[in-house]
């Protein structure tokens, strides 16, 4: 199997080879560009990555002569299989498919790749935005310098990264009115993720602006869930039957997870009746 028949195919369906087959493109420096690039992306896949795969991987982010374009593929494709790593940890062997010892060896080589300001800008982001994904200590700093600089590239980094590393409320109440699209988007999601209630009238205002951008309106779907369940579900029931596909799907799913279990209703009713 060939690396357009990879692309092509389900990774579910991929040959118990197709980590050699990327793995071959990755190494090989004299191979086309484009080949490594999507070579790159497939990587990522929870299908085939492993500690070889992460060894191609960060050889090419380290590599100084590689593209700035192929370094910065291969960071992006770094952060699923991390922020797995840091979900599951390592108490069962079977339950990630890279090593501990990759872990932090992933974690080592980024931080030090990030700090060297010769690599380039793009290089930097994406590995910022990569191992964010398995928060640690140094990242609380990154972030905020990146949000402070004054470059909307830094700073579309720093909210992206906000979802992931705490400690950002006030910024990301700032960014919930940016004029930037991206960085709104970015907003939402990191406000979703923490459960902000301080954002709740921002995301409503989005909810109810027929003008939201489509992927907007998806991303206040879920954050308006998140922050205030109960209340979300008022407000979504309108969208669940918009003409939009794809929207009135993201409200009805929203409000059944919002739902309260039947027991917790029970258990709610029994205590107002007790209070009154």
Known sequence: MDLKTLIDTPPWDWPEDAEKILQKILNDSRAEESDRLVAAELAGDSTVINDDLVD???AIIC????SEKLRARAAISLGPV?????????????????S??????????????YLDNSNPKEVRRRILEASVRAPKEWHQNVVMEAYSSGDKDW???????MRWVQGF??????????????ILYQAVNAAGNWELDAAWPRIVELLNDAGTPKPLLLAAIA?????????????LIDLVASDDEEIAEAADEAIAISEPASDEEDDEDGASEWIN
């Open 100 to 113: 501990e010892r990759t872990f932090r060896n992933i974690h080592v080589t980024l931080h030090r790749v």
């Open 56 to 58: 191609a991987l960060m």
């Open 223 to 235: 954050a308006a869930s998140s922050i205030r369940p109960r209340e979300a579900r008022e407000i």
């Open 155 to 161: 700073k579309l980094t720093a909210v992206f990264s």
């Open 82 to 98: 991390l922020e797995q790593a840091d979900t599951d940890g390592f108490e069962d062997p079977d339950g990630v498919p890279i």
């Open 169 to 182: 409320d006030n910024q990301i109440l700032e960014a919930l009115r940016s004029a930037d699209p991206e």
């Open 63 to 66: 590599h100084a002569d590689e």
